[in-house]
């Protein structure tokens, strides 16, 4: 399946897009989904105009996404995108430099600009394990100086880091219908949140499954 969808890649209340490629799709290969995707053009809100496509091969056999414990220490990424327009500012170098203070690991940097309708960026940093991905990202925002972004984001991700999580909370959330599909799962997670008990909630309803959401795990197995 070869989908293409226009509107806004980095918005609030929507899976961001380095959280998706990086991310998420690297927990659908663990399981057995091959996709490639590709961002042809970034949007912000108001206007969007963002384009991307994903391609999605065809797969016989689900794998059970059963993560437990993180394992070594891989490397960690940081990303940071903006207009054009806000390059005089060095906006995307001055998320990364909030963003640098006081980290535990060294890690690389992906800085760049891009023509959009829409004013806007943001910065995304995941630290790879050997067993799984933790992320975060933050939106920049009129309101809010380029250096708190990046410091808002790496609060938020060491939250994430120092709790034995194996999924961060957005990304799990998204693993539990692969989990139900395949009847069986495990991850831990930071903090069982309300729209995870929504989402295991909607799921019973159509799938024969059963989720167990106690001592800050995802626990999937079949009715």
């Not at 060491?158 to 069986?184: R, V």
């Amino acid at each position: 399946s070869r989908i293409e969808v226009k509107g806004g890649t980095d918005t609030k209340m929507a899976v961001p897009s380095k959280d998706f490629e990086l991310v998420f799709l690297d927990y659908l290969s663990k399981i057995g989904i091959e996709t490639e995707f590709e961002v042809l053009k970034y949007g912000f809100y108001p206007k969007g105009n963002g384009k991307v496509i994903l391609t999605v091969f065809p797969t016989t056999f689900l794998r059970e996404l059963d993560i437990r414990k993180r394992g070594k220490f891989e490397s960690m990424k940081v990303v940071a995108y903006a207009s054009e327009n806000l390059r005089e500012k060095n906006v995307a170098e001055r998320m990364i430099e909030g963003f640098s203070e006081n980290v535990p690991y060294t890690f690389t940097k992906d800085i760049k600009y891009f023509e959009t309708l829409s004013v806007g960026g943001f910065i995304h940093s995941h630290v790879s394990f050997e067993n799984c991905k933790i992320e975060y990202t933050s939106l920049a925002e009129k309101s809010k100086k380029a250096e708190d972004i990046g410091r808002e984001c790496n609060f938020n991700l060491m939250k994430e880091i120092n709790s034995e999580a194996t999924a961060d909370s957005f990304t799990a959330d998204q693993l539990m219908i692969y989990m139900a599909l395949k009847g069986s799962g495990f991850l831990k997670v930071k903090e069982i949140t309300e729209h995870m008990k929504t989402n295991a909630n909607t799921i019973e309803k159509f799938l024969d499954v059963k989720f167990e959401l106690e001592n800050n795990s995802i626990n999937c197995r079949k009715v």
